[in-house]
């Protein structure tokens, strides 16, 4: 096997002696999220050396530039004017060329990082919106090629703008090259997946798994003829769960990591990473060990491509998602895992507070997540492509005073439309019967109400967003919702979608003669550039400078501080649809004087009245 020297040979000598500066730096953190997965952790880092070797001696001229200047700006995820846009490619504009022929319009917002849902070729439908992928080393034929994601990220970079794609780590679809070969009777591939010969195995862990899609795909376990042996498939039968306790399985993602790196994919979304590991007598997910092999790989990037960040996509429980910033109590992965992870419980609790008109819940709940490294970022957001899932704590819930089963009851059915009164329309995405679970699928225009009797929501659409943008991290807008676009009243319609009404909150854009996208709310369009504009001027909005939730004086009004060396922001939003109130000690012991405080949003004074300042409804301020 060659070395990494032998394959650098014929690099300039300044390039060979950064890549061996980088391997001293990193490679003890490589060999420390090995060493507890597999029994030799030396010659697999010997592997992935040689794998990053190969990967940086290939890598352009134009994307070594950006690994300098990620390397000597790291915080540069972190500042305030980074702004995210999340959006399926063919529904935003078309294929990769249109989307890069729309770049003008993403910059117009503001946006610095586009997320383009699932794009590399999946298996035939259905395929799980693109998650169950059978080619890491293409694209989608209707999207384009390898060569257009390339050229696309090369239009992203020169206007400022980093691609994130979606890295599938849990599974493979069924029709991928590896499930092929291990169902022609390959065994090496079949050691890619836990395969078994009878229901022995499958019966002794379902005893612990829980059932992801229970009405859906029942079960963790499919039969395969060809295999002759039941095969993990945690989510769906056509979905293979790959074996990260075999080395190969690492080596061959870390090829991928390095592949999308070199086409100038800066994120990696990092697609079910909480439930790669699996451990018997487990749920089988948040196992330490998924936090030792994403450290392994952030590390490899950080040797061969560092201006790549990883985000971890796990929507978990409060309790533990902290840990996929490197927060995990032991201070062992601290600032060495994913960089980026989606703050699930804040847009959880936006859609909690406004529904129950209170933020006593959302400002427990939110205060006992331990504050992440300073080196990491939430990933904010009002809505996703996904269904909301009411991940609503049963202690949180019980401190203020509630039943947590009976509050995620009564949010499913505000949002569906279903609890008198409710202004929402939602629609019910996947019951469980045992637990009486429901999660919603809409817009966050139908699920504010727009469209509806109540007048109020467009403000609720703004006051969501403003809590994310207000929050620091970065915020993200899902394609359509910067428009006030209601449910897709024919989303049924599409082949494959009748049976998964998730497609009702991904619709298409129409675009105009002004080459912009066609609005349902002007005001909501005129009210999230408002926001963006005052977000990328307030420098307390870093990243780096942790959200602080404090105890709610008036019980409808959520209070979120941010202290920073030029001053304490104070972010105060009334979830009420009528008018709440801060105290202006509230202020005073932030050290802001209430004589001189100014809005952020507006730049004029807020309405002080009766030693406080007086919130109309729906209204966010940002004191300074």
Known sequence: MPTPDAVLADLPAHRRELFGARVERWLPDLLAGLAPLYADPAAVADRLLLQAARAFAVREDELHALDLRRSLAPDWFQRADVLGYAAYADRFAGDLAAVAARVPYLESLGVTYLHLMPLLTPGPPPNDGGYAVADHGSVRPDLGTMDDLAALTRTLRGRGISLCLDLVLNHVADTHAWARAARAGDPVKRAYFRVFPDRTGPDAWEATLPEVFPDLAPGNFTWDDDLDGWVWTTFNSYQWDVDWANPDVFCEYAQVVLDLANRGVEVLRLDAIAFTWKRLGTACQNQPEVHALTQALRTLARIACPAVLF???????????????????????????????????????????????????????????????????????????????????????????????????????????????????????????????????????????????????????????????????????????????????????????????????????????????????????????????????????????????????????????????????????NVAPEPRHVPLQVLRDLGLDPARVVDHLTGQPPHLAEDAVQLAAYQAVWLR
């Not at 675009?511 to 005129?526: I, M, T």
Request: proline letters at 7%; one cysteine or more.
């Open 311 to 573: 985000k971890a996509e796990a929507i978990v429980g409060p309790r533990d998602l902290v840990a996929y910033l490197g927060a995990d109590g032991t201070g062992e992965h601290w600032g060495k895992v994913s960089d980026l992870a989606y703050h699930n419980g804040l847009m959880v609790q936006v859609w909690s507070m406004l529904a129950a008109r209170d933020a006593v819940l959302g400002s427990h709940a939110l205060q006992q997540l331990p504050v992440p490294p300073s080196t990491t970022a939430w990933i904010t957001y009002v809505r996703c492509h996904d269904d909301i899932g009411w991940a609503i704590d049963d202690g949180d819930a019980a401190a203020v005073g509630l039943d947590g089963w009976a509050h995620r009851r009564f949010l499913s059915d505000w949002y569906s439309g279903d609890f008198p009164g409710s202004w929402a329309r939602g629609l019910v995405f996947g019951e469980n019967e045992a637990t009486g679970d429901r999660r919603i699928s809409g817009t966050a225009a139908a699920l504010a109400g727009i469209g509806t009797w109540d007048p109020q929501a467009v403000a609720r659409v703004l006051l969501a967003h403003a809590v994310v943008f207000g929050f620091g991290g970065i915020p993200v807008l899902w394609s359509g919702d910067e428009l006030g676009l209601g449910n897709d009243p024919h989303w049924a319609e599409e082949p494959g979608h009748a049976a998964d009404n998730r497609w009702a909150h991904r619709p298409r854009l129409t675009w105009g003669d002004d080459d912009r996208p066609v609005p349902d709310s002007p005001a909501v369009v005129e009210g999230i550039a408002a926001l963006t504009r005052a977000r990328a001027s307030l420098p307390q909005l870093h990243a780096s400078v942790p959200a602080r939730v404090l105890d709610p004086r008036d019980p409808a009004v959520l209070l979120v501080a941010r202290d920073h060396p030029l001053g304490t922001v104070l972010g105060a939003y």
